[in-house]
């Protein structure tokens, strides 16, 4: 009845995009060939915020869409006991109590581990901003946008959140969002 009803209307059926996260590695190999920021996702496998970022902010598909385009996306678990190779530079896992965390976590947050933390690189892969906490679509859609198009090389962040509109990614006084190169 409900396919019938679907092949019958005017309604089409949009699968999401997904997020297509990269380990390191790739991420590190892709930006050899062709420079890109980085969007890190900090996070832990116990963190219930992460889950739902994932599951409320990451599945939307606005979201996904502009990461693929504008980013390299690393999801990165900040107490993974392996070995990352990062900048040239080996990073361990260190225990700490009955867990630990990975060096880099450290290393990309500024020594602050909270989770969410979504970390921004440049495409140099230098820390651009650490941004912690949960963040809801329209905030991180708000934020990406900010790095993705530069706007942090030449205005303050209270101004161009004053200007932005999320609704259809326009600044206020006119500006658009520059074009993907």
């Known amino acids: 009845m ?23 590695d790739e991420a590190q190999a892709r930006n050899a060939k062709e420079p890109k920021k980085f969007i890190v996702d900090v996070y832990t496998q116990w963190c219930g915020w992460c889950k739902k ?5 990451f599945e939307e598909p606005e979201i996904s ?14 107490e993974t006991k392996e070995d990352i190779t990062f900048n040239n530079k080996v990073f361990k896992y ?6 630990g965390y ?14 969410p933390t979504i970390v921004f690189l440049d495409e140099n892969m230098n820390v651009i901003q650490p941004i912690p906490g949960y ?22 962040w209270k101004k161009y959140e004053e200007m932005y509109i999320a609704k259809n990614g326009v ?3 006119g500006l658009t969002p520059k074009k993907d190169k």
């Open 102 to 115: 990975n060096e880099l976590a450290i290393e990309i947050t500024f020594g602050k581990l909270t989770y």
């Open 135 to 156: 963040k809801d679509p329209m905030s991180l859609d708000k934020i990406m946008k900010y790095f993705a198009q530069d706007y942090y090389k030449t205005m303050p």
């Open 171 to 173: 600044l206020e006084d």
């Open 94 to 99: 260190v225990r700490s109590g009955s867990s």
């Open 65 to 78: 869409k502009y990461i693929n385009e504008n980013y390299y996306p690393v999801k990165f678990d900040a």
């Open 53 to 57: 970022m994932d599951k409320a902010t």
């Open 2 to 24: 409900f396919l019938a009803l679907l092949a019958s209307s005017n309604f089409t059926l949009v699968k999401a995009q997904e997020i297509n996260w990269l380990t390191w």
